[in-house]
């Protein structure tokens, strides 16, 4: 089982597609979506819904005002400025509470319950190429790794009993817990950049996630003709630091044309520049351990 | 003083490019104009302008720390804590705090009666301030790596913001998660930016559906137009969702943009663009 996980530190850098792309080539997969708070690629692959789990991502505190005396102890406590005294009514605001439990348990009334926030889900089931994983975040709902993890172990367990064993991860842009729990023992980490100085400053940002981790990364950079200059400085810097450069892809219109019908843009169109030039970078990714 | 929050579902379609040439079209103006890059994990804005920094504040979490001499192993620290970060073996006389995964939520100083838990502070980020033109009006959230969450550094930005100024800029962090509800939620107008693709409009349909939840009111710019297909503008028109700009498609303002040049200097059309955008925030808001 190979684990390969496809990330960007910044959004808009073209990754799901590029992922897309990687997951209509030549070897079925397991793609796990991971980007559960922007999941984009069960668009494209419109995946046959085989299972669907509830993921409960908190909990939120709720007063019942039949048993509540405004003796104001969970205003106190509360260390997530969550609480407060609204016209003489101890209010709870729902988007503040971090759902740590404490004023439930300290309310000498015994007036306040927790609530499981649970409208996110996570589907699995099979597309064209593989079979598919991925997880929707309910809106507001607290994208904290965990609904990742989720995802994560289901599409191992779904490897192992499908015989499919390339698993690929889109992952969620940022550096915080959701792209932490992407990487987490994965074996291979694919970086999508693009030459903006926003795009270098956050792949340097990843960069350095991953040295914590000490996971082998490649670099692809998207959309490359944009700024050869600044392009070539990406080089540059990965050749210093000892990154392997996978490959640098030029802007395309076709990329947003394949997705508008609903294809990976090897599906739209295997011919193109573009669309041989993933493959290049995708068969360096598998063969390099 | 009104705030607004540039906000999209999907990184990358341009939020960050509109908050900074409307807050530098702002100044132009003359208005007290506030920037807050609320993007704590991806932090991009400040290297748009000529800026000095003038303070910088560390953002802190409290977390527990045991005396091993005052424990007596009743296990209900861990049992108050609901983000599993106290580890204890009683039998074996260990117990261990995760810090990475406390929350800093004092559950466990309360549960505690043998006096064992006090506290210290961990760094979170920081909130970095600087000056345009004289005036502090740029603020920078940025969370440490490693970090698990970016709420408590982009809360500690927010209340930075002087009230005395006309308008605050809040650049929101990408997602509907809660970095971006908590930004959000203290604007009183969303902007929200798109590109007519189909992960664009998914991720706006997902944006929109978490405004209405809060009641938060918001318009739409569509990036990049010109590429991708019509659904989203049909989609506005079906739930009388103002556009309040259109940015065409053009190759050329990627590459300015890439070099981290501000497009309103550059050009004159997008001056006038962005005029525009600030003539119609004036309608929405007949007080600032
Ligand atoms: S602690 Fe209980 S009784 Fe006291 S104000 Fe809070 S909810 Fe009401
Ligand atoms: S559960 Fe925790 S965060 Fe929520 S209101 Fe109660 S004390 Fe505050
Ligand atoms: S402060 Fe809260 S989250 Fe941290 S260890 Fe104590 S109970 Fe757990
Ligand atoms: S509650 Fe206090 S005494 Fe009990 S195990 Fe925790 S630290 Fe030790």
Redesign the pocket.
């Known amino acids: 089982m190979t684990e390969i996980a496809v990330i960007s530190g910044k959004g808009g850098t073209g990754k799901s597609s590029i992922s897309a792309a990687f997951a209509t080539l030549n070897c079925k997969v397991v793609l796990a979506d991971c980007d559960v708070d922007a999941a984009n690629l069960y668009l494209i692959f419109n995946p046959s819904n085989e299972e669907d789990e509830i993921y409960i991502s908190g909990y939120k505190a709720v007063i019942d005002y039949s048993k509540c005396t405004n003796c104001r102890s969970c205003i106190n406590q509360c260390r997530f400025d969550a609480i407060s005294l609204i016209n003489d009514k101890t209010v709870i605001s729902e988007l503040a509470c971090d759902g740590c439990f404490l004023c439930s348990r300290i309310c000498p009334e015994n007036a306040i319950g927790m609530v499981p926030s649970n409208k996110s889900r996570m589907y699995s089931g099979s597309f064209r190429n593989g079979k598919m994983v991925y997880g929707r975040l309910a809106p507001g709902e607290e994208n904290s790794g965990k609904l990742v993890n989720m995802v994560r172990s289901k599409a191992k367990k779904i490897s192992g009993e499908s015989g499919i064993e390339t698993i690929l991860l889109d992952g969620p842009p940022g550096i915080g817990c959701p792209v932490i729990s992407t990487l987490t023992g994965v074996n291979k980490v694919v970086i999508v950049t693009e030459p903006s100085f926003s795009g270098i400053n956050d792949m340097q940002r990843v960069m350095e996630v991953l040295r914590k981790f000490n996971l082998r990364a490649f670099i692809v950079i998207n959309k490359y003709d944009l700024n050869v200059t600044l392009s070539a400085r990406i080089k540059e810097w990965c050749g210093q630091n000892g990154i392997e450069l996978a490959g640098q892809l030029p802007f395309d219109k076709n990329m947003v044309d394949a997705m508008i019908q609903g294809k990976s843009i090897i599906e739209y169109n295997p011919d193109l520049k573009i669309s041989k030039e993933i493959h290049k970078i995708w068969c360096k990714i598998l063969k390099t351990d | 003083m009104i705030k607004i929050a540039i906000a999209s579902g999907k990184g990358g379609t341009g939020k960050t490019f509109v908050a900074t040439n409307l807050f530098y079209t702002l100044l132009l103006k003359k208005y007290r104009a506030i920037l807050v890059d609320c993007d704590a994990e991806a932090p991009n804005a400040v290297a748009f302008f000529e800026t000095k920094e003038i303070e910088k504040s560390e953002v802190n979490q409290l977390v527990p720390v045991?005396d091993i001499n005052k424990?007596?192993?009743?296990?209900?620290?861990?049992e108050y804590c609901n983000y599993n970060a106290i580890f204890?073996l009683p039998p074996m006389k260990i117990?261990n705090v995760i810090e990475d995964l406390c929350h800093g939520c004092g559950a466990?100083s309360v549960?505690?009666i043998?006096d064992?838990?006090s506290e210290r502070p961990v760094s979170l980020g920081k909130v970095e301030t600087y000056s345009v033109n004289g005036l502090p009006a740029l603020f920078e959230a940025r969370m440490n790596i490693g970090v698990m969450s970016p709420v408590p550094v982009i809360k500690a930005a927010i209340k930075k913001i002087d009230n005395h100024a006309d308008i605050a800029i809040l650049d929101a962090p990408p997602g509907t998660s809660c970095p971006f509800i908590q930004t959000v939620s203290s604007a009183d107008y969303v902007i929200l930016v798109t590109e007519p693709t189909p992960f664009g409009f998914s991720d706006l349909k997902q944006s929109a559906a978490t405004l209405n939840k809060i009641n938060k009111p918001y318009g739409v710019i569509i990036n990049r137009a010109g590429l991708g297909d019509n659904s989203v503008y049909e989609w506005l028109k079906e739930n009388n969702t103002p556009l309040l700009l259109e940015i065409p498609f053009d190759k050329g303002i990627a590459s300015i943009y890439s070099n981290g040049q501000l497009l309103v200097k550059k050009n004159k059309k997008y001056k006038t663009l962005f005029n525009g955008l600030m003539k119609t925030i004036h309608q929405l808001f007949n007080t600032f």
Do not use: L, Q
């Open positions: 045991i424990c007596t192993f009743c296990g209900k620290c861990h204890i117990i466990c549960a505690c043998a064992a838990i």
